[in-house]
């Protein structure tokens, strides 16, 4: 059947591991944190999204009456420190299943806090895209819980043609919708 006619060899232009940290970079977005948004999805071993968080206040209550500033020369109860709860948390707190053996993509790299729900969830891998808190003790915290809990993680960086080629793909699809 296969007479070569029409048949072109055709290729993805994002690899998993790339596609999955685009989407947590995308969903970081969505954060209001004016000082740092950070992104979070939770991926099964059948490259299906499982669920995904943003860093945020807590759900469903008047977030006007709460502070976003983070300067901690003031108490707690002034800090958004007292009342964001994490990407990662989020998006293990609006897990509809089993997070077992998952995978996670996150834009920075995990807090101690969150190492312990990630580890008790079992969660095998995280993916990080920054580390700039690792001198912070709390990211030395996470990556000894990781250890302890035979967790890998790595950094995941996407190549600049990757970027370039979505850059050019997503002017084509507003141009045609133009
Ligand atoms: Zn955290």
Avoid at 45 to 52: A, C, G, I
Avoid at 85 to 106: F, K, Q, W
Avoid at 166 to 174: R, V
């Amino acid at each position: 059947m296969n007479s070569g006619i029409n048949y072109i060899k055709v290729e993805s232009g994002l690899n998993w591991d790339d596609y999955f940290m685009l989407l947590a970079m995308i969903t970081s977005f969505k954060s209001k944190d004016p000082a740092t948004k950070v992104g979070c999805v939770i991926v099964d071993s059948n490259q299906r999204q499982v669920t995904m968080g943003y860093n945020g206040m807590v759900a469903g209550i008047d977030e006007s009456k709460l502070p976003w500033g983070k300067d901690k020369s003031v108490p707690l109860k002034y800090q958004k420190y007292g009342y964001v709860v994490h990407s990662e948390t989020n998006a293990i707190l609006h897990a509809p299943r089993s997070l077992e053996d998952c995978r996670m993509y996150v834009t920075l790299f995990p807090c101690n806090e969150c190492a312990k729900l990630i580890a008790s969830k079992k969660i095998k891998e995280v993916i990080y895209l920054s580390d700039k808190h690792k001198d912070q003790e709390g990211t030395e915290m996470a990556k000894y819980l990781f250890d302890l809990a035979n967790i890998t993680y790595r950094q995941l960086i996407p190549n600049e043609r990757v970027m370039k080629t979505m850059e050019q793909h997503l002017l084509t699809l507003l141009q045609e919708a133009l």
